[in-house]
T-cell receptor, first 115, second 115 residues
Framework: AQSVTQLGSHVSVSEGALVLLRCNYS??????LFWYVQYPNQGLQLLLKYTSAATLVKGINGFEAEFKKSETSFHLTKPSAHMSDAAEYFC?????????????FGSGTQLTVLP | ETGVTQTPRHLVMGMTNKKSLKCEQH?????MYWYKQSAKKPLELMFV???????ENNSVPSRFSPECPNSSHLFLHLHTLQPEDSALYLCASSQAPGQGGEKLFFGSGTQLSVL
């Protein structure tokens, strides 16, 4: 069994400030972890993924996430927010390679960037 | 042209209507998916097709009927829907397991409103 909890359905930051979006997971096997982003009126787009290699994963648009097994966390960060980062972000977990049909998504975090 | 294309982008239908949603992928993938996205809820996996064979049906009501005529096309036929079926319907595709098959590529979705 697996699950994902995203803490905070809405996060607001000022432009240039640090972005931190929280994700905690539960999995009975070593997980694959993902962050997807959904811009308004669009589908989801993969930001980054952890697949049991390096624990610090770098993604597109300056985002990165760190896998912490002891904390069962996979928080998403970006040092400096940009207006174009405003979107909804989804954390997801799967039980391993080739298992897209077993992806479990979180409820999402809406990121607002204030000028 | 984007990798996964969905039509129409918006659909309004009455409860007695019959309509179909269309999805086409240009990525050479051999697995396709239908997801339902409702406000404030995690993405719900509805159907999975792998190599044109339905491999997953997550207790979806029979008023939703999928069709996958080939590996590039996926349809969702709708009939006698209920107002609670109003949502964003997302199509996705992926490679087969063992070929990066844990990564999903999404279309922009069809926003469905049932009156």
């Amino acid at each position: 069994a697996q699950s994902v909890t995203q803490l905070g359905s809405h996060v607001s930051v000022s432009e240039g400030a640090l972005v931190l979006l929280r994700c905690n997971y539960s999995s009975s096997v070593p997980p694959y972890l993902f962050w997807y982003v959904q811009y308004p009126n669009q589908g989801l787009q993969l930001l980054l993924k952890y697949t049991s290699a390096a624990t610090l994963v770098k993604g597109i648009n300056g985002f990165e996430a760190e896998f912490k097994k002891s904390e069962t966390s996979f928080h998403l960060t970006k040092p400096s927010a940009h207006m174009s980062d405003a979107a909804e972000y989804f954390c997801a977990v799967s039980p391993g390679p080739g298992s897209a049909r077993q992806l479990t998504f979180g409820s999402g975090t809406q990121l607002t960037v204030l000028p | 042209e984007t990798g996964v294309t969905q039509t129409p982008r918006h659909l309004v239908m009455g409860m007695t209507n019959k309509k179909s949603l269309k999805c086409e992928q240009h990525l050479g993938h051999n697995a396709m998916y239908w997801y339902k996205q409702s406000a404030k809820k995690p993405l719900e996996l509805m159907f999975v097709y792998s190599l044109e064979e339905r491999v997953e049906n997550n207790s979806v009501p029979s008023r939703f009927s999928p069709e996958c005529p080939n590996s590039s096309h996926l349809f969702l036929h709708l009939h006698t829907l209920q107002p609670e079926d109003s949502a964003l319907y997302l199509c996705a595709s992926s490679q087969a397991p063992g070929q990066g098959g844990e990564k999903l590529f999404f279309g922009s979705g069809t926003q469905l409103s049932v009156l």
